[in-house]
């Protein structure tokens, strides 16, 4: 009888020892959600860190080159320079004029 005491005591004893190490507040449980975490943070600041050099990349180029800053006058503003022609060619479509079409 004394000897089942003491088995069921050390079985207890274990069950309370290892309920710290998978339930408690440092256990394994926590130090693997804390680790997803960490992984998908770094993937975040990855992510970013790479968006930022972009754009620092972009804004190097506009105070430096003019280039980019023509660039970007032609295509977001559709701005010429002084001693360029435009010409815009305007496509007819059977929908847009049904008495005009294509001449064989």
């Known amino acids: ?3 089942r005491l003491v088995a069921l005591l050390l079985i207890g004893l274990i069950a309370a020892l290892q309920y710290g190490l998978w339930l408690g507040k440092g256990s394994w449980l926590r130090v693997w959600d804390i680790d997803r975490q960490i992984a ?5 600041n990855e992510r970013l860190s790479a968006r ?3 754009l620092d990349a972009e804004v190097r180029d506009l ?3 003019l280039g980019a800053i023509e660039e970007r006058a032609r295509n977001e503003l559709g701005m010429i320079r002084h001693d360029e022609i435009f010409f815009q060619v305007l496509q007819h ?10 001449r064989p």
């Open 1 to 3: 009888m004394a000897a």
């Open 40 to 44: 998908e943070q770094q993937r975040t």
């Open 63 to 65: 105070k430096e080159g």
């Open 52 to 54: 930022n050099a972009a």
């Open 93 to 102: 479509t059977a929908k847009s004029n049904p008495g005009v079409g294509p």
